[in-house]
């Protein structure tokens, strides 16, 4: 494989960084900088984040340089590095939609109307849920109306199953409490 200077500077900042060299440092991220950044605005296509993207991969990159055990293998190393967190992005961007929507059909669907058929404890069960916070609605929403598994509502949210399990413990003593005060 031919070198060129930049991959041999690259190496030499690398090394130079390892060793605790913050001016290398500097030089590294100064000469990779706009590199990265393309490569995240490629990825999640918007000028502002992938400068955040960026930004949060040199983060990483300057945390898990010492790991590094091939300075010529920096490029690669560091890209994979902005990849995941262009992908982490998307998802959490994705969430965040997924969330916006959930809550706006809850908002829509918990409005306590009483129709002719319905009993005091649905009106009741009804107007303790619009109660609840928005995440707790959403909460209910994924596993009760959307029939997910804990484990896909902790996929979805990006945390534990044992943060799910806890949440839906949670919220249905809200529920509990809140009922029993609206029908007495």
């Not at 060129?4 to 030499?12: A, G, I, M, P, Y």
């Not at 999640?44 to 590094?68: F, M, N, P, T, Y």
């Not at 990006?158 to 249905?172: D, F, Y």
């Amino acid at each position: 494989m031919k070198r060129n200077s930049r991959q041999v500077l690259t190496e030499w900042l690398v090394i130079s960084a390892q060793g605790g060299d913050e001016d290398a440092f500097r030089e590294l991220h100064d000469l990779w900088r706009a590199d990265f950044w393309r490569w995240a605005r490629l990825r999640v296509d918007h000028d502002l984040e992938a400068s955040e993207v960026a930004q949060d991969a040199w983060v990483a990159i300057a945390r898990g340089l010492k790991s590094l055990g091939d300075p010529a293998c920096f490029s690669r190393w560091a890209l994979r590095i902005v990849e995941r967190r262009c992908a982490d992005w998307v998802k959490r961007r994705r969430v965040d939609r997924t969330r916006r929507k959930v809550m706006e059909d809850e908002a829509e669907s918990t409005e306590p109307t009483k129709s002719s058929g319905e009993s005091t404890d649905v009106v009741a069960l009804r107007e303790a849920i619009a109660s609840l916070e928005p995440g707790a609605r959403e909460l209910l929403h994924l596993f009760y109306e959307t029939g997910l598994s804990v484990a896909e509502v902790a996929e979805v949210l990006a945390v534990p199953e044992g943060t799910i399990k806890s949440r839906l413990h949670t919220t249905r003593e809200q529920l509990k409490r809140k009922s029993e005060r609206i029908t007495s």
